[in-house]
């Protein structure tokens, strides 16, 4: 149960008919961006479902009936696959190094059913095949494996002529790749501080992409900023929507130097997912303090759900915070990373179809 290794370097070669020169449509000014939430919280309640055995996890999404639990800065592996019903360990990735189907510390996102992208800090992007036999046994096999030498923090599939990046803000928040890694057109998204554009940090973050693949939602990890691009008849994304999901950010220019208020700071989103019409979001507005959390805020107690349009459905207060979480349909319940007394997955049972 291995990535197979003499699969190195496969391309996919596609017919790209993509328009190389895009237009895109920027953000607007900050005071125009409306602040969205307005709702009360419902209080949703978890149960502690088995321990992961593996230490540091940072995130979490499921394979038919098994849990992934990623685990990139982990000596025992990069990610760990668990029955959800019994909490057994199946199966881990030890797979660290500099080789075709090695790694250093990559992150792992599940682009549909069957599909997981890795991206790596030596800027290799790979795509790898699960397969789940009838005895419950998982392979993963290796279907290509390249250098992004432009690519961002996180790379993955959009469709399947293109692949999505978030970038360093200071070029743009996100980038368009076509199957060989070139870039397409350019980088594009813009922080709505106009008038503080030379400060791009506080604005990268996370992206999430729709089945349909049409739609992209992006959201920044530390200011609370939201926006949806969706692809237009010319394969261009165009701003949808956009808007600060709690409140605007605090800061203020002293000698013309940018000064953030930190402690009335927002701490920003933590996790986004696009369930076939629903987006979920995990929030946290505040420092989380859990046992071994550093740094602290990095668990979330917010939840908002929300449809494509933008508009907030439902907000729920987890009563246990989470890092990272992942909706299942077939379960009717929101999985996340939790620390008790140990690294632990927990488990919402919350129906999303019903909203």
Known sequence: ????????????????????????IS??????????????????HG?????????????VFEIDSLLVVITPFSSDGIFSVYSKHTGHEKFTLRKRGNGPDE???????????????????NKKFSEINPVLNGEGEITFNLLSSR??????????????????????PHSGMFALFNNQ?????????????????????????????????????????????????ELN????????????????????????NLEWDEQNHVKGIKGIQIHQNKIIVLYSGKSISLPGNKPEGAFSDNLYVM???????????????????????????????TITDDWQIVKFQVDLGAL
């Open 233 to 256: 008849e010319m394969n261009q994304p165009v701003l949808k929507w956009e808007y600060y999901i709690h409140q605007r950010p605090f800061y203020k220019f002293t000698n013309e």
């Open 27 to 44: 953000c607007q000014k900050e005071e125009e961006i409306k602040v969205m939430d307005t709702m009360e919280n419902e209080i949703l």
């Open 307 to 337: 449809n494509t349009e933008g508009e907030i459905l439902k907000k729920y207060k987890l009563d246990t915070p989470v890092l990272k979480c992942y909706y299942s349909e077939k379960d009717s319940a929101l999985y996340g990373i």
């Open 147 to 168: 250098k992004i030498n432009q690519g961002g923090m996180k790379i993955f599939r959009f469709n399947q002529d293109m692949l999505i990046s978030n970038i360093h």
């Open 181 to 229: 890694g070139e870039i397409i057109g350019d980088y594009f998204g813009k922080s709505p501080l106009q008038n503080v554009s030379d400060n791009y940090e506080r604005f990268q973050g996370l992206i999430a992409v729709s089945s349909q693949q049409k739609v992209f939602i992006y959201g920044t990890s530390d200011l609370g900023y939201l926006c949806a691009y």
């Open 103 to 121: 790694y250093l510390q990559p992150g792992i996102y599940k682009s549909g059913s069957n599909l997981i992208s890795l991206w790596d800090t």
């Open 47 to 59: 149960s502690i479902e088995f321990p992961v055995i593996t230490k540091f996890a940072a995130d």
């Open 1 to 24: 149960m291995s990535i197979k290794k003499d699969l190195t370097v496969l391309l996919v070669l596609l017919t790209f008919n993509i328009a190389t020169s895009l237009i895109f």
